[in-house]
């Protein structure tokens, strides 16, 4: 599947409630206000049900900042343009 | 008024429901608030990890006009929250209280360690977990009014004896059905509980695709991706139920919706209608909709066709489920669908936003979604054997009550296409209604008009001067109280029978008669029925030695029409604030409100 990265920022905006301008290699666990344990399960549901993947137990752990989520959303075969 | 955020949010969940989207949704929570939207506070018990489900209920209950608030409570503090009186669960002042439990959370000897259990333990386990959740009904009931929605289990995937369990005396699937049926016996006992059917939801979608392990072992949240919006659908079912929002009628297209093919074209005997596929898909679909005019919900076409092109298949087709005398309204013309739609909600008296909307079209669906965003709107698939599924599972038409004049409701309507025919012919509208020979009866409701004087309070929306809802539970705290009445008025006349279609409650108070609801569903209005009540609630005051009547109206978005009602009933205006008017109107000892001189009134139960 090939998707631009808007289509991924819009997940974390809208998961997160910020603006999809506002995300970047920078937005992480750490950057987020709402980001937190509880709203970390609604985005990995979100990421899966929006690409139509499965996340092993270790990835659904350790995608915690954007960067880490593109490049395991790319292990599943989604390509970035 | 309404913010473009909002309704976009709202417009994206309809045409792409998704749960990004609801997340999107749900989000703006608080801008609807701000917007005017009715706040709706809903407090979460529960003993899993819920919060994944709770942007779909919150985007729901968004959709359906409310600005939902939701507070969740501790992990598996169910306990502690009910039992004190002061907890968040009572000070958030909920409207809607869900009791969320999994079953294995709830009883984990059940779940895991069956086979070290007699059949005694067994039953002794199930006793536990029902007493609990008795002891903890009893204490919100005893704290609180607001309705209670539980969910029942769903059957496990693994059953600790393999293929012997089925086998087995005491099973441990089939103990999780019992203890789904102990906990809705004892639930009978409470008013106002309701169950989420988990166990159907789950035996539709299958366990494996319901249920994420992963998040269940790693945050306890059981509720999979492929879950979260069916289930949070079914929440959802139940706040429009409960708030009054339950459709009332099915707008439907007809060529390849009621019918493969087009009439026009392929003519009576080409369509595709009867036994064989793919005919038979469309009747099982036509099956449906009957099935639904049979629950009381109005049919009606909306179609691009020659009128009498389409009403020769309902008089004409051996297969077509579906007659004639079944619709109560109709607009087959090439004139925009949102004008027909708008057209048909006025013919009906009825308020736009309970059309439901059917077209296998995705312009036409468009078109109307834009048009009309209040209306849902149910775009059927290229697959005509989904189309029953499309219909029935949006729950659009779902109630908690079913009564007698539900069955009898589109007939009704479709009386009322007759009584139009009366009214060209009569010289006057006196003379009119005095043809129509109108019966009321009015006076107290007993028992068994609990659900429907409930289920009034719930759907009135246009004729409803303060538009509160009330549960069963309340009406019968009304009934039993001294210091208030629920009065009831069913209509008939030589056409049909109209069933209980008006309601007021009044509370008394100091010589002073407070009308605190007062409805009348929209299709007897204009007969005198309003008037015969309020003459009745005028006599019960002054049997009881009132001095005084009071009438409130509170603004809603759909009851303008009563905005000057209590001016027409000759009282005074004594407040107004941008909430509602208030009124008032002495009562003298000498004169009585008459009934009016066409109807034939006998009173019940005063």
Same mark, same amino acid.
């Given at each position: 599947m090939n998707v631009t990265e808007v289509k991924l920022k819009k997940v974390l905006a809208d998961v997160f409630k910020i603006e999809a301008t506002a995300v970047n290699e920078g937005t992480s666990v750490d950057t987020v206000e709402r980001w937190d344990s509880l709203t970390h399960l609604n985005l990995i549901l979100a990421l899966e049900s929006e690409f139509g993947v499965s996340f092993s137990e270790e990835q659904s752990v350790e995608i915690m900042n954007y960067p880490l989520i593109k490049m395991v959303l790319q292990e599943h075969g989604v390509k970035f343009q | 008024m309404i913010n473009d955020d909002v309704l976009n949010a709202i417009a994206r969940v309809k045409a792409e429901p998704t749960y990004v989207a609801y997340s999107a949704l749900a989000?703006?929570?608080?801008?609807?608030?701000?917007?005017?939207?009715?706040?709706?506070?809903?407090?979460?018990?529960?003993?899993?990890?819920?919060?994944?489900?709770?942007?779909?209920?919150?985007?729901?209950?968004?959709?359906?006009?409310?600005?939902?608030?939701?507070?969740?409570?501790?992990?598996?503090?169910?306990?502690?929250?009910?039992?004190?009186?002061s907890s968040q669960l009572y000070t958030h002042k909920p409207h809607l209280i869900l009791l969320a439990q999994w079953v294995e959370t709830v009883s984990p000897l059940l779940m895991t360690k069956f086979l070290s259990l007699s059949k005694e333990r067994v039953e002794d386990e199930v006793a536990r977990i029902v007493d609990t959740m008795e002891s903890w009904l009893r204490a919100i009931r005893s704290n609180c009014d607001a309705p209670v929605l539980a969910n029942n289990?769903?059957?496990?995937?693994?059953?600790? +004896?393999?293929?012997?369990?089925?086998?087995?005396?005491?099973?441990?699937?089939?103990?999780? +059905?019992?203890?789904?049926?102990?906990?809705?016996?004892?639930?009978?006992?409470?008013?106002?509980?309701?169950?989420?059917d988990t166990l159907s939801l789950f035996a539709r979608l299958g366990y494996a695709t319901a249920v994420d392990e992963r998040n269940w072992q790693a945050a306890r949240a059981p509720i999979s991706k492929h879950a979260l919006l069916?289930?949070?659908?079914?929440?959802?079912?139940?706040?429009?139920?409960?708030?009054?929002?339950?459709?009332?009628?099915?707008?439907?297209?007809?060529?390849?919706?009621?019918?493969?093919?087009?009439?026009?074209?392929?003519?009576?005997?080409?369509?595709?209608l009867g036994n064989?596929?793919?005919?038979?898909?469309?009747?099982?679909?036509?099956?449906?909709?009957?099935?639904?005019?049979?629950?009381?919900?109005?049919?009606?076409?909306?179609?691009?066709?020659?009128?009498?092109?389409?009403?020769?298949?309902?008089?004409?087709?051996?297969?077509?489920?579906?007659?004639?005398?079944?619709f109560a309204a109709w607009q087959i013309n090439w004139d925009d669908k949102a004008t027909n739609l708008k057209r048909i909600a006025e013919e009906l008296n009825i308020g736009i936003d309970s059309l439901v909307f059917v077209d296998d079209s995705a312009f036409e669906c468009d078109w109307v979604r834009k048009q009309l965003p209040q209306v849902e709107v149910v775009n059927l698939s290229k697959e005509t054997y989904h189309y029953r599924k499309e219909l029935m599972l949006?729950?659009?038409?779902?109630?908690?009550?079913?009564?007698?004049?539900?069955?009898?409701?589109?007939?009704?309507?479709?009386?009322?296409?007759q009584r139009k025919q009366l009214l060209k012919t009569a010289s006057s509208f006196e003379d009119y209604l005095k043809g129509l020979g109108l019966k009321a009866e009015i006076g107290r409701p007993d028992k068994g008009d609990v659900p429907r004087v409930s289920? +009034?309070?719930?759907?009135?929306?246009?004729?409803?001067?303060?538009?509160?809802?009330?549960?069963?539970?309340?009406?019968?705290?009304?009934?039993?109280?001294?210091?208030?009445?629920?009065f009831f008025l069913k209509l008939s006349d030589r056409i049909s029978e109209l069933g209980l279609i008006g309601v007021a409650i009044v509370q008394y108070k100091n010589g002073v008669a407070d009308v605190d609801s007062l409805m009348m569903s929209c299709r007897a209005l204009g007969r005198g029925a309003e008037e015969t009540l309020m003459s009745l609630i005028y006599?019960?005051?002054?049997?009881?030695?009132?001095?005084?009547?009071?009438?409130?109206?509170?603004?809603?978005?759909?009851?303008?029409?009563?905005?000057?009602?209590?001016?027409?009933?000759?009282?005074?205006?004594?407040?107004?604030?941008?909430?509602?008017?208030?009124?008032?109107?002495?009562?003298?000892?000498?004169?009585?409100?008459?009934?009016?001189?066409?109807?034939?009134?006998?009173?019940?139960?005063?």
């Open positions: - | 989000n703006l929570a608080e801008t609807a608030r701000e917007q005017g939207y009715e706040p709706y506070r809903i407090a979460v018990l529960r003993n899993f990890t819920i919060e994944p489900l709770i942007p779909v209920i919150k985007g729901e209950a968004v959709r359906l006009g409310l600005a939902p608030d939701v507070y969740v409570a501790d992990f598996d503090a169910i306990a502690e929250s009910v039992l004190n009186s289990f769903p059957l496990p995937n693994i059953v600790t +004896l393999g293929i012997l369990d089925y086998q087995s005396e005491s099973h441990q699937l089939h103990t999780v +059905l019992m203890l789904n049926n102990a906990l809705l016996k004892m639930s009978k006992n409470f008013s106002d509980v309701y169950w989420v069916p289930l949070g659908l079914e929440y959802a079912k139940f706040i429009r139920a409960l708030r009054g929002k339950t459709c009332k009628c099915l707008v439907l297209d007809c060529d390849n919706t009621l019918w493969g093919g087009v009439v026009g074209e392929d003519g009576l005997d080409g369509i595709k064989t596929h793919p005919g038979s898909s469309f009747v099982a679909f036509q099956q449906e909709c009957l099935n639904l005019y049979n629950r009381g919900v109005i049919l009606a076409l909306c179609s691009k066709n020659n009128e009498a092109d389409v009403f020769e298949v309902f008089k004409k087709h051996p297969d077509s489920v579906l007659k004639a005398h079944h949006s729950g659009y038409f779902d109630s908690l009550t079913f009564s007698n004049e539900d069955k009898k409701r589109s007939q009704m309507y479709v009386s009322d296409n289920q +009034l309070t719930q759907k009135t929306n246009q004729f409803n001067v303060t538009t509160r809802r009330y549960t069963e539970g309340d009406i019968e705290r009304f009934m039993a109280s001294d210091n208030s009445e629920v006599k019960r005051a002054k049997q009881r030695g009132c001095k005084k009547l009071v009438g409130t109206y509170l603004k809603s978005k759909n009851n303008a029409q009563v905005a000057d009602f209590y001016s027409k009933q000759d009282f005074k205006l004594v407040e107004e604030s941008p909430e509602g008017t208030k009124w008032e109107r002495t009562i003298e000892s000498q004169m009585a409100k008459d009934y009016p001189n066409w109807i034939a009134v006998k009173e019940t139960n005063v």
